[in-house]
């Protein structure tokens, strides 16, 4: 539905968090009041938005009006830690943070194991979602991890067992992933063969080689050259492994993109348990039907922390711009905007605008983003308006 002077009648404000400052549902608020002030008559929808990373969870039980719950499980070296999951109003899907069991910031406090490290906690937490017998999907957002396990330790957790050549299990963690010689299922949670899994990604890394799982994000994790050539081999002989037991020719495993993603996590689950790796933008707009939310909009407000060439490679931004009507105008609300007006018309963007209100320092933009969101969406659609008369 396009835009016209006429009336516009539905806004949706579908901005990402601006991180530092306002969660996606407070950017929203902030938006929806900016816009009242200008469109008063019009019908306002907020959608929270993520692109799959830090903040998903709660975006998605925001725009479906649901509250976290909260299981104990294990963090990435084997110690309890409380996890927060989700599940949609109609109890049919599932989401996890990975990070919630096998995150960097829940092992800092200790010298970094990155040989140890594994995904048996995110495991636990699918348990928990795989009890509910209404359960049919599981959203699992990946990053921030602190292992490098090829998603061997969540499988384990499910019931799965990796051998070594004398059919004893082998070690957790990425350390252990050379001497794997075969996998057992017996006894594999059956439901995790019946729920669909979608893994939702912002990396398009491959699982080995110079972009892959150990060589890029090893360091982050305290993996030292040695470690990395270990972890590097260790997913190299598991996509090995793993293309044996399946018929998948195993180079294609290694050079997958995506599959490189937090430590590697998608291999074994998508050879598995057929998982599907997404964009972490789009998974979260089918979860939220984005497309039919914003298919009758006169107008979109979007945004996040920082508008720069980033916005345009899969973020929530481009992902908005993607799924509205062509013919809706889409302004951009951000704390910076570093891309200029021929570029934004190029990316299919109306306008963009900064809510700093001039010189002004970081820790005051912070404190006063909802404020300032709220102003400069006024602002916004007020000149929209004038444009339009």
């Known amino acids: ?67 976290a719950q909260t299981l104990e499980v294990s963090d990435a070296l084997g110690r309890p830690v409380t996890a927060q999951y989700g599940r949609s109003a109609d109890g049919r ?14 092992v800092s406090d200790v ?63 990425g350390g252990g992933l050379s001497q794997i010689s075969s996998v057992d299922l017996t006894d594999l949670d059956p439901r995790a063969r019946t729920v669909e899994w979608r893994i939702a990604v912002d990396v398009d890394n491959p699982l080995t080689g110079e972009r892959g799982a150990a060589a890029v994000f090893g ?18 002989h598991l996509a090995e492994v793993l293309g044996a037991e399946s018929g998948t020719d195993p180079q294609r495993l290694r050079e997958t993109p995506g599959f490189g993603a937090a430590g590697g996590m998608p291999l074994a689950l998508s050879v598995l348990l057929g998982a599907r790796v997404l964009p972490g933008s789009q998974m979260v707009a089918e979860a939220l039907d984005l497309r039919g939310t914003l298919a009758q909009a006169d107008l979109v407000i979007t945004g996040e922390g920082s508008l720069d060439a980033q916005s345009l490679g899969g973020k929530v931004v481009q992902a908005v711009r993607r799924y509205a009507p062509s013919e809706t105008a889409v302004l951009v609300i951000a704390g910076g905007v570093q891309l200029g007006a021929a570029q934004c018309r190029e990316a299919g963007l109306t306008a963009a605008f900064s809510i700093a209100p001039g010189a002004a320092s970081l820790q005051d933009l912070l404190r006063r983003a909802p404020e300032l969101i709220e102003e400069t969406t006024a602002q916004a659609c007020g000149l929209l308006r004038h444009s339009l008369s």
Not at 38 to 50: K, L
Not at 219 to 236: F, V
């Open 93 to 106: 899907t599932g989401v996890i943070e990975a990070a919630q069991g096998n995150g960097l910031p829940q």
């Open 111 to 173: 010298a970094p194991q990155p040989l140890r490290a594994d995904t048996f906690g995110v495991g636990l937490i699918a348990r928990a979602l795989l009890d509910d017998p209404d359960c049919a999907e599981i959203l699992l957002c990946i990053g921030g991890s602190a292992s490098t396990d090829g998603g061997t330790g969540l499988l384990r957790a499910l019931g799965a067992e990796f051998l070594d050549s004398a059919g004893d299990p082998v070690a957790p963690g």
């Open 219 to 236: 360091p982050q994790k305290g993996a030292t050259s040695e470690d990395i050539r270990l972890l590097d081999d260790g997913l190299d």
């Open 1 to 67: 539905m396009s835009t016209t002077a006429a009336a516009v009648q539905r806004i949706v404000c579908v901005p990402d968090s601006f991180k530092g400052s306002v969660t996606a549902a407070e950017a929203a608020a902030a938006m929806a009041r900016g816009a009242r002030q200008v469109f008063g008559a019009a019908e306002i929808v907020e959608v929270p938005f993520a692109d799959g990373g830090e903040g998903t969870l709660e975006a998605l039980l925001a725009a479906w009006g649901r509250s």
